[in-house]
């Protein structure tokens, strides 16, 4: 059941998905509200379960995994329990959903070493019950996510700030140089972005300067964006179209990518190798918003096919994909590939 929004909440998390350390302070300003009144707001949109999460994304390259891939499986009816079962026991599979269109099983993995990925299918086709596995690897793991482009009633598009294609990161890029109060002070973050630093130093026991300084380095390489997480039904969404598309000429993907900017909803691009050139995530409000958003996609000049895969809302958008690598670093050993 959609929750009853105004357009002040609708700002706050506007403002909160863009940077969920925004002070309290600063979004009452911006609202023309008082402080109190924000803080009265923020608690009652996680009350009534908009807001479900404060957290930090997590940049892969910097840990050095350099390689993000989708995994889709096919196994039949009759097997998924069991196949669900197997998958879950293997460590290195995150993300794990299903159905995703003709696949049973829909997981993403995080690799140091490309090579690695023929090992790990072939250790899952080794299951007699999965009959085929396809890899999509995506071109960047970072920059994917467009809250931007979200529409939040009652809020209109032109209270949607349009924004730009942005660069390519490196997939080559050198492991970013952390220690373990580096690595520690991220977890905390990425589970709670919005945790005071003075909690944060008292916790691992060293100085809120230190902790500053630790902030604004991961900031700047490992943790890239902060941000809260919501229920997207909670806002009126009720499926999430996941579009596959095929260019006709790459030369033409930069003027694609950012034509399916222009498109409302468009909240997560992913440049892609392989099968297909690009995947959007787009949440719709009904069927009728399915052809709306497909027709506008094929129209798009260079789009040579676009397939389309109905799942139901993720319960916590944007996904907080990559935490559990850095738990892995100084933990315990979770990505099976790089031993």
């Known amino acids: 059941m959609a929750a009853k929004i105004d357009e002040i909440d609708a700002k706050i998390l506007k403002s909160l998905l863009l940077e969920s350390r925004t002070s309290f302070t600063a979004i009452a300003s ?37 390689h993000i891939a989708d995994l889709g499986m096919i196994t039949a009816v009759e097997n998924e329990e069991e196949v669900k079962k197997f998958l879950e026991s293997k460590p290195y599979i995150g993300e794990l959903v299903g159905p995703m269109g003709h696949y049973s099983f829909w997981g993403k993995i995080a690799l140091r070493d490309l090579n690695k990925l023929h090992d790990v299918i072939e250790d899952l086709e080794s299951n007699a019950n999965i009959r085929h596995v396809n890899a999509f690897i995506w071109a960047e793991a970072v920059n994917i996510e467009y809250p931007q482009n979200l529409l939040i009633k009652p809020l209109g598009r032109e209270n949607t700030q349009i924004v730009e294609q942005p660069a390519l990161i490196n997939n080559n890029q050198a492991p ?21 630093f003075k909690s944060i130093a008292a916790q691992l026991k060293i100085s809120s300067k230190t902790v500053i300084q630790r902030y604004k380095k991961l900031r700047g390489n490992l943790l890239p964006r902060s941000t809260i997480t919501i229920n997207l039904n909670k806002l009126g969404y009720k499926a999430l179209a996941n579009v596959f598309i095929k ?13 399916l900017l222009q498109i409302p909803n468009v909240i997560v691009i992913i440049r892609e190798m392989g099968t297909y050139d690009l995947y959007c995530a787009i949440p719709l409000e009904d069927f009728d918003k399915l052809f709306e958003v497909n027709g506008k996609i094929m129209r798009i000049g260079g789009v040579e096919t676009a397939e389309v895969y109905l799942t139901g809302m993720p319960p916590a958008w944007p996904l907080n994909l990559f935490p559990s690598l850095i738990e892995s670093e100084y933990m315990k050993p979770k990505y099976w590939p790089d031993k």
């Open 247 to 259: 260019v006709s000429n790459r030369s033409k993907m930069p003027d694609i990518y950012l034509q």
């Open 30 to 66: 911006e609202c023309k509200i008082t402080v109190t009144a924000v803080r009265m707001r923020y608690k009652r949109l996680w009350r009534d379960g908009v807001i479900n999460g404060e957290k930090m994304l997590v940049n892969p390259h910097c840990l050095g995994y350099q």
């Open 176 to 196: 970013c140089d952390l220690d373990d109060v580096d690595k520690k002070i991220a977890l905390i973050l990425t589970q709670q972005s919005r945790t005071p």
